[in-house]
């Protein structure tokens, strides 16, 4: 049998340490005979050394486009915008197959290459549960950033650059500390709380201190006869966890936030499911993605009303990126292992068929 080549590309997207493969992970892989090219980033969380440590061949920064066409390319986050032709295989989360902004041109750019995608936020198991997902340190690392924006609020203050930590100790003590020692008192509402992004955003509200009491759990049940909810107001911080794959009343409007008026208690809405192109997008209070750098954006109230502060930053488990991306990377080996019988194997077929799917509903938008 032919060995199975892999390349690792580096991130692009600024501020996004994680990463696809870990040392762990590629040691791994190249134990059952894969050999691996990891170009080199001082971006990512893992350094260059970690890798060459196991036996993958260091390659340059963003060289992948040279690469031969018959290597997959392994990434994360989407590529840089460009009307390239794509000839390689890429696995990695593209953001397309919902009609987000820029969708067609996306897919269009295989097409023309002649290149496959395989859309990580879609690799699915028999049962049709997704293979891997950071859906975990993205609720928790959300959940967070909610707590931190709501102690600067407190302070009269705007929240700052966020930073990746070096694991989550060091997350829960900073959050505890801003919040003067323990968030008693603090109330939040998830929802999606079942999933594991809203695990996540539980299990941090947890660790910091709020009350069990105080930690409202909604998940489909609560959510079924539709928004808007007022209950969303009478919390300090909102967390969206849901999984969109269809239209949905909206959960709260800005209209329903005016009407509250000075009697509203949230101050904090973190939509960690960040759908913020998409034309479903259940919290049509905003319009654009946040940052690490500035990573609130006020929503318009005018000056009698108190502040409402929106997160909506598209890579959060970045900021816990070793842990969550060991935690991935680790989800994800059972299907790399059966990247050799690619052809065959049910979890990379369903994720071919599934791109031409969307691929030919691209051509068409384009008129290729």
């Known amino acids: 049998m032919s060995t199975q080549r892999l390349w690792l590309r580096c991130e692009k997207k600024e501020f996004e340490r994680r990463s696809a493969l870990t040392p762990t992970t ?3 892989l190249i134990d059952v005979g894969f050999q691996i090219s990891v170009e080199r980033d001082e971006q990512r969380i893992f350094d260059n050394a970690e890798f060459e440590a196991v036996g993958c061949t260091l390659v340059d920064n963003n060289s992948w486009p040279n690469a031969p066409t018959d290597v997959p390319i392994i990434g994360l986050k989407e590529l840089p915008v460009s009307e390239d032709p794509l000839p390689h295989t890429h696995i990695q989360f593209a953001h397309c197959y919902k009609r987000q902004a820029g969708w067609s041109s996306v897919l269009a750019r295989f097409y023309k290459g002649g290149g496959t995608l395989y859309d990580l936020e879609f690799l699915t198991d028999a049962t049709g549960r997704r293979v891997a997902a950071f859906g975990y340190h993205a609720g928790f690392a959300g959940a967070a950033a909610g707590a931190l924006a709501l102690a600067a609020q407190r302070s009269g203050k705007k929240l700052g650059g966020l930073d990746p930590y070096e694991n ?6 900073d959050v505890k500390n801003v919040l003067g020692g323990s968030a008693n ?3 939040a509402l998830v929802i999606g ?3 594991r992004c809203g695990r996540g955003a539980v299990d941090l509200f947890r660790k910091i201190g709020v009350a069990e009491n105080d930690i409202l759990k909604w998940d489909m049940a609560e959510t079924a006869k539709g928004g808007p909810f007022p209950e969303i107001l009478d919390v300090d911080i909102f967390v969206n ?8 009343p909206p959960f709260m409007t800005k209209d ?7 009697a509203r208690r949230l101050s904090v809405v973190v939509d960690v499911s960040c759908d913020t192109t998409n034309p479903f997008n259940p919290i049509p209070i905003y319009s654009i993605n946040t940052t690490f750098p500035e990573p609130t954006v006020p929503l318009d109230l005018g000056d009698d009303l108190p502040l409402l502060s929106v997160i909506s930053i598209d890579h959060l488990p970045t900021l816990l990126p070793r842990e969550a991306s060991e935690q991935f990377s680790n989800d994800l080996l059972p299907s790399l292992l059966q990247l050799p019988q690619r052809s ?3 979890v990379w077929t369903d994720a071919e068929k599934l791109f031409n799917e969307k691929q030919r509903e ?3 938008a384009e008129g290729l």
């Open 168 to 173: 989550e100790t060091a997350m829960i003590e």
């Open 344 to 346: 065959t194997a049910k």
């Open 362 to 364: 691209a051509v068409e």
């Open 26 to 28: 590629a040691k791994k």
């Open 256 to 262: 329903q936030i005016m009407a509250a008026g000075k």
């Open 185 to 187: 008192g603090v109330k």
């Open 241 to 248: 966890c849901i999984y969109l794959s269809s239209s949905i």
């Open 193 to 195: 709380a079942l999933g």
